[in-house]
């Protein structure tokens, strides 16, 4: 089994910046990646950003330029820099890690933007 423990998250206003950690224990050579969904209200699930085992980083579209995902590798451990927050990237942010044929979901944390 792979288990996360996420931090970060809370409220900021508009154009301010949070940052998300999320570190992974257990199976760990099993991981293909890491990364970020987010849940809006009322929304579905969306993939914010992840990166490969590889070192392949993805990002949604309406995140690239604002948010950064980075990771400490030694630490399996992942992070989530957004900068110039908006109000529509207010929503619950899980850390996402598949890892062989499964996926582990962390407890979601989350992230309020006021305008």
């Known amino acids: 089994q792979v288990q996360v423990v996420e931090s970060g998250g809370g409220l900021v206003q508009a154009g301010g910046s949070l940052r998300l950690s999320c570190s992974a224990s257990?199976?760990?050579?099993?991981?293909?990646?890491m990364g970020w969904y987010r849940q809006p209200p009322g929304k579905q699930r969306e993939l914010v950003a992840a990166?490969?085992?590889?070192?392949?980083?993805s990002y949604l579209d309406s995140v690239k330029g604002r948010f950064a995902i980075s990771r400490d590798s030694a630490k399996y451990t992942v992070y989530l820099q957004m900068n110039n927050l908006k109000p529509e990237d207010t929503a619950v942010y899980y850390c996402?890690?598949?890892?062989?044929?499964?996926?582990?979901w962390g407890q979601g944390t989350q992230v309020t933007v006021s305008s």
């Open positions: 990166i490969t085992t590889g070192g392949s980083i």
């Open positions: 996402y890690v598949p890892w062989a044929e499964n996926v582990t």
């Open positions: 257990g199976r760990i050579f099993s991981i293909n990646a």
